[in-house]
Each structure stands twice: as structure tokens, then as C-alpha cells.
Nanobody, 117 residues
Framework: VQLQASGGGLVQTGGSLRLSCTAS????????MGWFRQVPGKEREFLAA????????NYADSVKGRFSISRDNAKNTSYLQMNSLKPEDTAVYYC???????????WGQGTLVTVSS
């Protein structure tokens, strides 16, 4: 099983980025997908999740209204659209997959997002 996260980079405050997470080696349409981030020295933070069917999403308060999670089961890919980025959004972003709500058994390698002020 492999989750390949991509789309990170350097962006100015107020800008946007779209992260992608492409899965292989699993039946993607059966997995819930989640996005997390981590800053060195801090705990990993949950950001957003989407149900396997795509009909239910939930978000952390810190990103609600700015970030949007989606998925394309035909492409085995989940997306995290990030708008109105702030310097405090700077982190390594990870995608994860799991079959039980809130439990993730597979993790991607992370992609770095840097928001300049």
C-alpha cells in the first residue's frame, strides 16, 4: 500500500494550494481518507476527513471554511483544497487512509507547505 502526497510548496499569505493524495495497493473506494499536518516539535493535527462514499466530510475548527476535502474514486485520489492560507498553516501535510471512522492504518510520506508572511 502506498499513499503519495503531492502539491505542497511555497505560497504567500492569502494564497491557495491544492494537495493531492494518490493511493495504490488498496481498494481506494472502500477507504475513508483524512488529512493531517505536523509542525516539528508539535503533535500531529487532524484537519479534514471524507467518508469512503464521499457523502460526508468533517473539519477541524482551525481550517473550517478555508480548507475543503474531496475525492475522486475513479482516480484513487483525495484532494485538500487550501484557501486563505496563513503563516500558521506552515507544516508538513499528510494524507491517511482507513476503514474505520477516525482510525487510519495507512499514511503518506508528507508534503511540505510553507506560507510566507
Amino acid at each position: 500500500v502506498q499513499l503519495q502526497a503531492s502539491g505542497g510548496g511555497l505560497v504567500q499569505t492569502g494564497g491557495s494550494l491544492r494537495l493531492s493524495c494518490t493511493a495504490s495497493g488498496l481498494s481506494f473506494r472502500n477507504y475513508n481518507m483524512g488529512w493531517f499536518r505536523q509542525v516539528p516539535g508539535k503533535e500531529r493535527e487532524f484537519l479534514a476527513a471524507i467518508r469512503w462514499s464521499g457523502d460526508n466530510t468533517n473539519y477541524a475548527d482551525s481550517v473550517k471554511g478555508r480548507f475543503s476535502i474531496s475525492r475522486d474514486n475513479a482516480k484513487n485520489t483525495s484532494y485538500l483544497q487550501m484557501n486563505s492560507l496563513k503563516p500558521e498553516d506552515t507544516a508538513v501535510y499528510y494524507c491517511a487512509a482507513g476503514t474505520v471512522s477516525g482510525v487510519y492504518g495507512y499514511w503518506g510520506q508528507g508534503t511540505l507547505v510553507t506560507v510566507s508572511s
